[in-house]
């Protein structure tokens, strides 16, 4: 059982910026593809982005291009997610995930951080 513990969630401006940090117990860690995803209050959880094994490639929402951020340290068993510019629509839960090659969750989750932007 892979282990996503996540870290770095809190209350920010508009504008401001935070960062995502997700903990993998995991030692192939570096063969996982990984993403986060996130849940606002009464929404579904959608996909956030998403980011290959290697690094090479990456894929976001269009509600988030531009602004953030996904990236690994495979020797650090830890994924990130830099996010810039926040806007108060980007509050909510965020969950960091084990995801397939077509970006889709692959069932391990992690217990998820509260992120707040304040107008």
């Known amino acids: 059982q892979v282990r996503l513990t996540e870290f770095g969630g809190g209350l920010v401006q508009a504008g401001g910026s935070l960062r995502l940090s997700c903990a993998v117990s995991e030692r192939t860690f570096s063969s996982y593809a990984m993403g986060w995803f996130r849940q606002a209050p009464g929404k579904e959880r959608e996909f956030v982005a998403a980011?290959?094994?290697?690094?090479?490639?990456?894929n976001f929402a269009n509600s988030v291009k531009g602004r953030f951020t996904i990236s690994r340290d495979n020797g650090e068993n830890t994924l990130y997610l830099q996010m810039n510019n926040l806007k108060p629509e980007d509050t909510a839960v965020y969950y960091c995930?084990?995801?397939?090659?077509?970006?889709?969750?692959?069932?391990?989750w992690g217990q998820g951080t509260q992120v707040t932007v304040s107008s």
């Open positions: 995930a084990t995801v397939t090659t077509t970006w889709d969750p692959a069932g391990n």
């Open positions: 980011i290959s094994w290697s690094g090479v490639r990456t």
